[in-house]
């Protein structure tokens, strides 16, 4: 098992940056990957971003490509997600997933609340 624990999330103005962090710990030797997904208001949960644990390789959704960049600190088993240019429609929360083997995780943490408004 492995767990996660979301912060960095908050108010911000249209422009505006955010960093998100997701801290693993637990059996992170098992994981594939890392990733982030968001679900805003009355819409289901969807794909942010992910990043390999072991390599470089990395994944966004087209709605973020661009402005979003997911970074990874193994040493701290850490994956953060720097978010520039925020934008009203970015506004939702955001939860950390992790990926073995079977794909990614069922269970959903409390997630982190990211509003962008001015």
């Known amino acids: 098992q492995v767990q996660l624990v979301e912060s960095g999330g908050g108010l911000v103005q249209p422009g505006g940056s955010l960093r998100l962090s997701c801290a693993a710990s637990?059996?992170?030797?098992?994981?594939?990957?890392l990733g982030w997904f968001r679900q805003a208001p009355g819409k289901e949960r969807e794909f942010v971003a992910s990043i390999s644990w072991t390599s470089s390789r990395s994944i966004y959704a087209d709605s973020v490509k661009g402005r979003f960049t997911i970074s990874r600190d193994n040493a701290k088993n850490t994956v953060y997600l720097q978010m520039v240019s925020l934008k009203p429609e970015d506004t939702a929360v955001y939860y950390c997933?992790?990926?073995?083997?079977?794909?990614?995780?069922?269970?959903w943490g409390q997630g982190t609340q990211v509003t962008v408004s001015s």
């Open positions: 637990g059996r992170t030797f098992s994981l594939y990957a």
């Open positions: 997933n992790a990926a073995d083997s079977e794909g990614w995780g069922t269970s």
